[in-house]
Every structure is written in C-alpha cells, then in structure tokens.
C-alpha cells in the first residue's frame, strides 16, 4: 500500500549526506559538523538540489537541536556553570554589545538608513549554541570552565538577542518603543531560567528515585524526554530559543543518579536526529545570489567582521579566565548557525533587506559556522591552562 | 532568539499523551499501543482539539513507524520466514481475497454502485503490519513461529493491497484496466522484495565484520539506519509501503554481529518516534460524523465484517500450524490500521466516498486496531502448542 513520498527520499539524503560529510571532515582531521554543514550546502538547492527546507524538515531540525542542547546539559552540573557565572555574564553583555554596534556603524557604511542597519547589527548578535555546543560534546570537553562559560553565556546571549530583536522590530515599524514592556518581558525570560534551574534541579535531586519506580529502564529516559520536549516549548513562549529550555531540561535531568544510563540513550537520538539540523542549515545558504564581486566583498568584511567583533567580545568577557581560555570562549562564540538566519529570513519577509543582503548575512552566519570548529578543536586539543584547570569543579 | 511554534507543542502533547495511555493501558492490562491510540483520540479534533494531524506529525509518524518495523525485522531472521513461506502465503492471498470480496458485496447492499463498492471493499483488505507487530515486539513473541507467518503475510498482504487498489482506482476513473500494465507492477514489487531480501542478507552475512572498522560504536548504527531509511523510500518507488522496505532493511541487520547491539541501541528511537504512530493513527477519527444512528450501525457492521472476514481469512491461511496458533495468525492480521485510513483518504479526495462513509472507514480501522491488540496478548499469554514449537528455530 505505497503511498509515494519524496519526503521520505530527502530524509535518507539528509542522513547519508551528513554521514559523508562528517567522514570527508573527519578525515581531514575537521569537526564533523564543518562536514555535515557542507554537505548540507552540497544537496541544497544552491548545488544538487536533492533536498529543498520545508516545513517537516524543519521540524525535524528542530526536534534535533533540540536534543543536542537537552545532552549538553546532561553534561553540565547547576553548579559548575553557577561558579562561573561572572565570567559567563560578561561574556554574554560584552558579546553582543561589540557586534552590535560594529555591525550597525558597517552597515549604516554601506548604505541602509539607521533603522535597517540597526535590524542588520541584530543578525551579527546571536551566537548558535548548537554548532559549538556539538563540538565540545564530540571532544569530550564538555566538562572544562571555558566549556561552561560558553553555555551560560549562550543562554545570556540569547535572552539579550531576543530583546535586542524585539526593539529593532518596533523601531522598524516606526512604533514607539515602550520601555516598560521590554522590562517586563526580560523579567518573564530572566524569571523562567532562574526557576526552572534552580526549582527542577532542587526538585530532581529530591525526586529522582522515583524513576526507578517503574523498574523499565527506558522509563527514566521517557519522563525526561518529555521533560524535555516541554521545556523547549514553553521557553519559546517566554520568547526564547526552544534550545534553552531543552539545556535546562538537560541540566535538570543531570542531578538524577540514572544520568550515566541516560547519556547512553541518548546517542542513538542524537545519531539519528542532529543531522538534520546540521545539514539544513547548510542548505539554506544560496550560493548563486552570492555571484557577484559585489556580493563576495560584502560577505568578507561582513564574515571578518562577525568573527572579530565576536571574538574581541568574549574575550574580553573571559579575560580573568587567562588569555588561553578567553581566546577558547571568543573562537565558541563566533558561530551564527540558524540564528543569524532566522534574523536574516525576518529581515526578508519584513522588505528590510534586498536579496543580496539577505544572501550575504546567510551565508556570513554559516562561514562563521565552518570556521570556528576546527580552531576551536585545535586549541581544545592543547592542554589547559593551570588557571582553566584550578577552577574545575571535582 | 525564540521563534513561536505552535508544533513543539504538539510534539510535546503526543509524546506526553502517549505515555499517560499506554500507562493507563498497563495499569488495566492491556497493550500500550490501545492507550496510545486512545490517547491520540482524545488529544485530537475530536476531543480537546490539542493537536491537528499536519505534514510534519505525518512525517514524524511515518519515521516512528519505519523505525519500529526496522527493529522488528531485526529480531526475524529470513531463513525463519522462507521455513514459513507457504503457511504465510497463504494466509497473505486468503486474507485478501474473502475480506475483498465480503467487503464488495456488503457495500454493495447499503447502496453504492459496483466500481464505488470495490473502492470501499479495499479499505478492508490490508492489514496494518505496525500495530500487531508492536504487540508482538512488546511481549517478546517476535521468535514465534505465528510471528513469522504474520510478518511474511503483512508483506505479501501490502503487494496484494498495492495491486488490488491499482484495480480499482482504474475501474473508477472508468478507464480501460490493462492487465499487461498491472503484470509488471507486480512483478516490479515482487522482484524488490527477493532481490532486496535475498541478496542483502547474503552480502551483510559477508560484509559486517567491515562495520566495526570505524572503532565507533555509533558507526554500525548510523550504516544501518541509513540502510533502513533508503530502503524505506525504494519501497514506496516500487508501490509499496515504506515500512516493508524498513522491515527487509531490519531483517538484512539482523544477520550482522552487531545485532545484538543494534536492538539495545534502537530502544530509545522507538521510544521517542513511535508515540507518533500510534497517537496520529488515534487523531484521524471524527467523532462528530458518527454522532447518528445509521452511523452508528454502519461502523458496527463495517467493523464486525473487517474483524470476521480477516480473522477467517488468516485463519484459514494458517490452519496447518493448528487452531491455536491459526487463531493467533488470525487476530494479528486483524488490525487495517492507517492502511485503511489511506484508503478512506484516497476514496474522499476521489469523490467515492461521502463523509459519513469516510468517517466510518476511519473509525472501523481505528477499532480493529483497538479491539484486536488485547485479544492478540491474552493468546500469546498462553503456553506456545507443540506444533508450533517444533517449527521453531535454534
């Protein structure tokens, strides 16, 4: 009884695709990732054509960073990250603070009036917690201060990045900008991350024989899963990324004593699902709006300039960690990943951008994606430093 | 940076509603796949309108399913089913053939005229492989000797089926039925699923030792899945239903030494995809076309003659195993499951059917799906016959 599918078709491509490309990348001593986005831009339609995004794909993409994030937290202890919570706050601020401003005095340079080339300065802020997120995970270096640092910072990023969207929107639409709604929705968001932390994790390491109850031993893995699933959802309606309430589900379900066991079943999801994310995010660049001169030199200063403002922010940010560690939290910082595209594809549809630009701040959020990874590896390869190394938690 | 989705809610609502329904199913004793499907009722349009079926969940469901018939055919290995070849041809082409024709002449006799009738008599004719085996997978009965034969039945039933619907969507449009045509497309399916069958559980026979060259204890999995997924979309380019390509790619697995492994590792796939499954086969109903009495007595009809015909029908197919084991084979091809309700879908978009009708078909296979796993458990709760036993493998 067929049911003809070419879904079906682009789903076997996606994942034999990012197989490939992870393998190429691994052999040439690259992250996986560099590969899987690759190949993501090599089945897209700027190349084969094999695969076109869609709304069940994006789905798909999103239950799968979404997992990625839930299995970072897995990893991460309240704790840990709480101890370097100083350093993650700078790094957070001063992240966005620098891209922004460089970004809106570049983009006023090249032409759009203040209002677009303050909704310009918006896509350069956001860090994508999942492309490094997935590289410290696939080096075993979830565990180091600079790795926590970067994951507090991802969540301060993203509740600043949000509020920082919602004021260039409403000066773009010539609204008046009411500062009192913006405080009340930073409380709500700061608000839920205070209390789903701290309450779930107290709460967890109270309850967490409870799930033995069952004596299944995929029941732990259900209740946290749709612990997981939940979270995501309701961090989306605070008006944070679906992946901040999956870290946080994660790092709920870290204080449970079956994390070991968890940890374990989560690698078949995260083999099967992650994937997705990675390739799609390379197949929505577009290359063919890129052929121009003028387009190539304004992806180049526009890539230098994300990676320099980045890397200068959380730097700084992270200096009192020692200049090794500060310069690892600046190179995890940099990639843009799905969320300078969701800025771009806001930008497009509210007629801020032209096609060019629109292509160029695509196709800017993934080089810095393909760019940070093999840096980061290699300077995660190099021992820690004895400051990284005396404020890791036993 | 939050991007509103309405879909992560669902996701959450159907993973959520599956397990609080196959938890309530348990605590009553009855197979968690009736909870889920209950579940899925009640969270639907039907009842709280919390989720509508929608491409992404179709897709979603449609990779549970594939999953779950992957990991089935990696607990059946094809030397067991060819030792059942005849009993499970046998019950395949019987279990076709008396609901088919039964299907005909009853609809007939409420009133459509012949080429409509034929269209309904289809919906009653393919078993829903997911639903039974899931039953099978879930009390360990997939070494059965009645499990070979259902599974063997369910591939020969889904050709029968893809074959018979071909008929009859031509003899509606009222065009000329060329056998020549409907030869080949047999003989295309047919020739798929030996080749497939025969040839790739040669070559993993030979092959597995290269699965473990990686030194990843991923890698066997993500070949594997690859493999699964591939095939999965073969099948529906050869007419027939994704999960029979899933399930030759689960039996093709099952001859590497890596088996073992790969059922541990499938676990939590099934356990985060197949929810989706069975909770969207529950969400198709509309409780509010069957809020008649004529309704009423049609879907109790329509269901008491899908339950009997195939139940004869597998019954017959499988006699020589003896009555007990027959009766198993019976009741397990009972469940039509959302093969039926692509029938109903196809007939609604054609203009066959009206709504009442295509509400009915919906409900019957719904019921059958519900009614039959309970049975199916109780039967297989009881000591295995000796002639069963005997055709056991080592």
Redesign the interface.
């Known amino acids: 009884?067929?049911?003809?599918?070419t879904?079906?078709?682009e789903?076997?491509v996606i994942?034999?695709a990012a197989?490939v490309g992870g393998w190429l990348a691994r052999s040439i001593r690259l992250p996986d990732v560099v590969g899987q986005i690759v190949a993501g831009c090599v089945v897209g339609p700027s190349v084969f054509g094999w695969i076109t995004p869609s709304?069940?794909l994006?789905?798909?993409s999103?239950?799968g960073v979404?997992l990625l994030l839930f299995a970072v937290g897995l990893e991460t202890r309240l704790d840990d990250v709480k101890r370097v919570g100083g350093s993650a706050f700078a790094v957070g601020v001063i992240g966005v603070v620098i891209p922004f401003v460089c970004g809106a005095l570049w983009a006023h340079s090249i032409g759009p009036d203040w209002p677009r080339s303050l909704f310009v300065a918006a896509a350069f802020v956001?860090t994508s917690a999942g492309i490094t997120a997935s590289v410290l995970k696939g080096m075993g270096a979830l565990h180091r201060i600079e790795s926590r640092v970067i994951l507090g910072a991802a969540v301060i990023d993203?509740i600043l990045?949000?509020l920082l969207?919602g004021v260039v929107v409403a000066i773009q639409a010539g609204g008046s900008l009411r500062i009192g709604s913006l405080v009340v929705v930073a409380a709500e968001a700061v608000g839920f991350v205070l209390v789903v932390g701290w309450l779930g994790t107290w709460m967890m390491r109270r309850g967490s024989h409870w799930l033995d109850r069952a004596r299944n031993p995929?029941s732990p893995?259900?209740?946290v899963?749709?612990l997981c699933?939940?979270l995501?959802?309701v961090?989306?309606?605070?008006?944070?990324?679906?992946i901040i309430g999956a870290f946080l589900a994660g790092m709920i379900a870290s204080e449970t004593h079956q994390r070991a066991r968890l940890e374990e079943?989560?690698?078949?999801?995260l083999?099967?699902l992650t994937p997705f994310f990675f390739v799609l995010t390379g197949a929505r660049v577009e290359l063919a709006k890129l052929a121009s001169a003028e387009a190539l030199w304004l992806l180049l200063a526009a890539t230098l300039l994300a990676i320099a403002t980045k890397l200068v922010g959380g730097w700084l940010g992270a200096i009192r960690l020692g200049p090794r560690s500060a310069l690892i939290v600046g190179v995890g910082m940099v990639p843009r990943g799905e969320?300078g595209i969701?800025?771009a594809a806001l930008g497009l549809s509210a007629g801020v951008f032209g096609d060019v630009l629109y292509a160029v701040i695509i196709a800017m959020s993934l080089l810095t994606s393909i760019i940070a990874p093999p840096f980061l590896a290699l300077l995660l390869k190099q021992p820690e430093s004895p400051a990284a190394t005396a404020g890791r938690s036993g």
Chains 1, 2 share one sequence.
């Open positions: 009884m067929g049911h003809p599918t879904i079906l078709l789903v076997f994942f034999a197989q709304e069940p994006d789905v798909l999103e239950i979404v956001a993203d990045a949000m969207l995929m893995l259900l209740v899963l749709a699933l939940g995501a959802w961090s989306t309606r605070f008006g944070l990324a679906a079943q989560m690698q078949p999801l083999a099967l969320v969701v800025v």
